[in-house]
């Protein structure tokens, strides 16, 4: 499986945004959006069952980030509200057969897009 990342960029405090990620074959993997801010270590921030009915979200972005899926174009979506400097990281989509593992340990990786926040 390959995943392409996009969408990231600069943009001001209380700003929107909205990463995209294709992929090579998607509908029978269950997709997630991980960050890694400078010197720290890499996070779960959102999942998505392969049906697109099950979401999870880590607690820090509960109410701004909204992830999605379109299987009929290969591509999952993070729509992020309400920006904050704190969630400047580079941005990376994962793809795995289990929803459990794609939260935590995903098989397959995607390159990243830089999201930063200017104060």
């Known amino acids: 499986v390959q995943l392409q990342a996009s969408g990231g960029g600069l943009v001001q405090a209380g700003g929107t945004l909205r990463l995209s990620c294709t992929a090579s074959?998607?509908?029978?993997?269950?997709m997630g959006w991980f960050r890694q801010a400078p010197g720290k270590e890499r996070e779960f921030v959102a999942a998505i069952g392969w049906s697109g009915i099950s979401k999870y979200y880590t607690d820090s972005v509960k109410g701004r980030f909204t992830i999605s899926r379109e299987n009929a174009k290969n591509t999952v979506y993070l729509q992020i509200n309400s920006l904050k400097p704190e969630d400047t990281a580079v941005y990376y989509c994962?793809?795995?057969?289990?929803?459990?593992?794609?939260?935590?340990?995903?098989?397959?990786w995607g390159q990243g897009t830089q999201v930063t926040v200017s104060s």
């Open positions: 074959t998607f509908s029978n993997y269950n």
């Open positions: 994962a793809a795995d057969p289990s929803l459990a593992q794609a939260m935590v340990n995903p098989r397959y």
